[in-house]
């Protein structure tokens, strides 16, 4: 079992950063993949990013195209974090965001909610305009 609990978000205005955290515990790996996702109001869950480890010792971020430049995710793997810092922030933005973890090793990156077997609570990011 992995447990995840997210935290970071808040309201902010339009043009402003926030950077969410995902402190994971239980049976976690600094090979798996992680995620983050989000869901607005009204809309399904949908793939905002994902880091995984490329096999040589490196970690790589992957992102939909609608917050590449403005997003980056990182991990710190003495810490059992990922952060997802949100820069240039758009009303659009606007949903919770989860935090995801798999349970096995990915090269390729994993963008679908059906690749992660574990889910935090989820916080909320409130981007006004």
């Known amino acids: 079992q992995v447990q995840l609990v997210e935290s970071g978000g808040g309201l902010v205005q339009a043009g402003g950063s926030l950077r969410l955290s995902c402190a994971a515990s239980?049976?976690?790996?600094?090979?798996?993949?992680m995620g983050w996702f989000r869901q607005a109001p009204g809309k399904e869950r949908e793939f905002v990013a994902t880091i995984s480890w490329s096999g040589s010792g490196t970690y790589y971020g992957h992102y939909t195209d609608s917050v590449k430049g403005r997003f980056t995710i990182s991990r710190d793997n003495a810490k059992n974090t990922v952060y997802l810092q949100m820069n240039s922030l758009k009303p659009e933005d606007t949903a919770v965001y989860y935090c995801?973890?798999?349970?096995?090793?990915?090269?390729?990156?994993?963008?679908?909610?059906?690749?992660?077997?574990?889910w935090g609570q989820g916080t909320q990011v409130t981007v006004s305009s």
């Open positions: 239980g049976r976690t790996s600094s090979i798996y993949p």
């Open positions: 995801a973890s798999r349970e096995t090793h990915s090269i390729v990156p994993k963008t679908q909610a059906s690749d992660y077997g574990y």
